[in-house]
């Protein structure tokens, strides 16, 4: 199963955020509620979190990525990633 890691809602009308670091790497394993990536605005940082556990599969942004709040930005497989 695919599981869809999202920008979570960080600010009342804030609609985007720049991605500043991922903390993990693809075939990486994660659990649910660990953070995966840092965001920050010029006011504010957030943590994003693994929405379940699983393995990072993909990350679909690069750190330094405009991101809008609600975009998918990685993908976590509930299987370990095979190398290719």
Partial sequence: MIIEVTVPKFA???????LSEWLCQPGEKVEAGVNIAEA???KI???VEAPE????????VEA???VQVGQVIALISTE???ED
Avoid: F, M, N
């Fill in 12 to 18: 009342e009308g804030a609609t985007s955020i720049r």
């Fill in 40 to 42: 920050t605005t010029d």
């Fill in 45 to 47: 940082a957030i943590q």
């Fill in 53 to 60: 556990s699983g393995y990072i599969q993909k990350l679909l």
């Fill in 64 to 66: 330094g990525d405009v």
């Fill in 80 to 82: 370990p990633v095979k």
